[in-house]
């Protein structure tokens, strides 16, 4: 029985360096928040947008695909999912102070407006949703250039899908149901993970829409709706496998909605006291997915103690290299923002 679920279940197949691998972005991903936290409140940055509590819906969602490869548009709450493709702790601080070489957009977007071209992490807007659309032509140019014989559809060199994350209240957005639609009539290798952590900054999820789930509205796009638990970063990562595999396939688009919770306010303008219990936070930092991700290495035998004590140490002194490395680099000369955000000339 346990076997049976074990084969169908992709992240089974995990080997322990993988695993590893995933812990540690999530905490390095963590750490870093943690830290830029500090930095706002200590008047040195202006604003910072936080994935506390989101780290396992990004990072099962990013161990699935081709890293690096596949199309990636992110939205600001993705700091582990851009991590695991490849943004660091320094590149984030120099973000966060909007100094010389910051690597998304020269600092001339707000900080977590991520885009790295070398990762084909996509530049995006603010206005929330936007991304959705432009994610879907993506996947649709792919399946363009694949069916007109420009590209192999198996080739793993070449982007063969595109990911879109948002949170539930975006899927009130126009945008988001014209991107589902599109990618649903084209049949497209397409992916939008929902991290539904159940506010949209005060709104609660009974105020943004009528239906318990927001993979309940898959069917009407004609595209595949799956629920998981966002906490889990194992769970994440089976859905994933299966929603990549059938981009990769031809089996068109799906939506995931990783059920999760943010463990700080919205963002570093926003006081939450004013809308949740302290009662509600409380219990949903019990189900903090990176201490559910360490009992699991500490009960398999992953992971000793004393190598996840070790990883916490590295990780803090990664971020005090890349916080020291951000505060001694210079800002840009005022009339250095009117450049371009995402051309290469940047
Ligand atoms: C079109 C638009 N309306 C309003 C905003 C202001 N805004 C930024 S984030 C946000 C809440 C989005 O909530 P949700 O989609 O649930 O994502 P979460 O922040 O909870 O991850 C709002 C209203 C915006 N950026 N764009
Ligand atoms: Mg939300």
Not at 9 to 38: C, F
Request: glycine share 8%; hydrophobic share 40%.
């Amino acid at each position: 029985m346990q076997k049976e679920s074990a084969v169908a279940r992709p992240s089974a197949h995990l080997d322990a360096d993988t695993l590893r691998q995933m812990y540690w972005i999530m905490l390095l991903s963590r750490r870093t928040d943690e830290r830029a936290w500090v930095l706002h409140r200590q008047g040195k940055i202006a604003f910072h947008i936080s994935a506390m509590g989101h780290e396992a819906c990004q990072v099962g969602m990013a161990f699935a695909i081709q890293r690096g490869v596949d199309y990636v548009n992110p939205y600001y709450r993705d700091l582990a999912l851009v991590m695991a493709l490849g943004v660091t702790p320094a590149q984030f601080m120099v973000s966060l102070f909007g100094k010389v070489g910051e690597y998304s957009s020269g600092g001339r977007q707000m900080p977590s407006h991520f885009g790295y071209r070398p990762a084909n992490i996509i530049s995006g807007s603010a206005p929330v949703a936007t991304q959705v659309p432009q994610a879907a032509g993506l996947a649709f140019a792919i399946k363009y250039r694949q069916q007109m014989g420009l590209v192999d559809a198996n080739d793993a060199t070449q982007p063969r899908l595109a990911l879109t994350c948002l949170g539930e209240g975006s899927t009130s957005q126009g945008e988001w149901h014209e991107g589902m639609n599109w990618a649903g009539v084209h049949k497209l290798p397409f992916i939008c993970m929902v991290q539904n952590n159940e506010y949209a900054i005060s709104v609660p999820i009974e105020a943004q829409m009528a239906v318990s789930n927001v993979a309940d509205r898959a069917a009407a796009y004609g595209v595949t709706g799956v629920v998981v638990d966002g906490n889990d970063v194992l769970a994440v990562y089976d859905v994933a496998k299966a929603a990549v595999e059938r981009a990769y396939t031809g089996g068109g688009a799906t939506l995931i909605e990783a059920k999760t919770y943010r463990l700080t306010p919205h963002s570093s303008d926003d006081d939450d006291r004013t809308y949740r219990s302290r009662e509600e936070v409380e219990t949903w930092k019990k189900k903090d997915p990176i201490l559910r991700f360490q009992n699991y290495l500490l009960e398999n035998s992953i992971m000793t103690q004393a190598e996840l004590d070790d990883a916490d140490a590295r990780a803090k002194s990664i971020v005090d290299a890349a916080q020291a490395e951000a505060e001694s680099t210079p800002y840009p000369a005022p009339e250095f923002a009117l450049g371009a955000v995402y051309a290469e000339e940047n």
